[in-house]
């Protein structure tokens, strides 16, 4: 059965398409057929990633629009949308085609409020909130993510068990067409894997 994944947030350097192309890394692994689905033609961020990465098991397109996707999917096993840089009226429409919809977020009240803003939207337009999911992103401190958590969590969504500390050595992989998941050091790597570990254990249920 196909599943769509959506990566969006309601601005730019938040980590959506880090966790896309880690996603789409580590499902290509699991021999699924992946459709990474650049939604951010100016960026071209992870378009660009899979250039440079060469992988002939993810297929990476860019999209103008997102109403292009939606004919492919059935094609795929695992469609991964990396989502605009900002919120638009395109961020409903893609919510109410996928599966799952995943907003990174930076531990601080300053990014964490617009982001329950950007989700509380999307309820009150329809989308079920079991749907909605927070990935905590750029820690530093586990006193931070200890109360970006409860921030979240009080504001009645779900937040991923893991997060991704801020670490020079995820971007230094991924501008060799790596993903976070292939890092050098493993104490990193168990950290960004188990974050993808539990995104496709959440994709599990939906087949």
């Known amino acids: 059965m196909a599943t769509v994944i959506a990566f969006i947030s309601q601005k730019g350097g938040v980590g959506k398409s880090t966790l896309s192309r880690a996603l789409a890394a580590e499902a290509s692994k699991e021999k699924m057929k992946v459709?990474?689905?650049?939604c951010d033609p100016q960026q071209g961020t992870s378009y660009n990633w899979n250039r440079l990465r060469n992988d002939?098991?993810?297929?990476?397109?860019?999209?103008?629009?997102?109403?292009?996707?939606?004919?492919?999917?059935n094609n795929?096993?695992?469609?991964i949308i990396d989502g605009p840089a900002r919120t638009s009226k395109s961020t409903l429409?893609?919510?109410?085609?996928?599966?799952?919809?995943?907003?990174?977020t930076g531990?601080?009240?300053?990014?964490?409020?617009?982001?329950?803003?950007?989700f509380h939207a999307l309820k009150m337009a329809g989308i079920n909130k079991k749907k909605l999911l927070f990935v905590l992103n750029h820690l530093t401190t586990t006193g931070e993510e200890i109360n970006a958590r409860e921030?979240?969590?009080?504001?009645?969504?779900?937040?991923?068990?893991?997060?991704?500390?801020?670490?020079?050595?995820?971007?230094?992989a991924q501008n060799q067409g790596l993903?976070?998941?292939?890092?050098?050091?493993?104490?990193?790597?168990?950290q960004s894997q188990k974050l993808v570990e539990e995104i496709i254990e959440k994709?599990?249920?939906y087949n």
């Open 35 to 38: 459709l990474l689905a650049d």
């Open 56 to 73: 002939k098991k993810i297929t990476s397109q860019m999209f103008n629009s997102v109403r292009e996707i939606w004919p492919l999917i």
């Open 76 to 79: 795929y096993d695992l469609t």
């Open 93 to 104: 429409e893609i919510a109410r085609q996928a599966d799952l919809i995943i907003q990174p």
């Open 107 to 118: 531990p601080s009240v300053d990014d964490c409020e617009p982001a329950v803003k950007e």
């Open 151 to 172: 921030y979240l969590t009080q504001a009645g969504y779900s937040v991923l068990d893991a997060g991704l500390t801020e670490k020079a050595s995820y971007r230094h």
């Open 179 to 190: 993903a976070i998941t292939e890092v050098i050091y493993p104490s990193l790597k168990k």
């Open 203 to 205: 994709i599990s249920e």
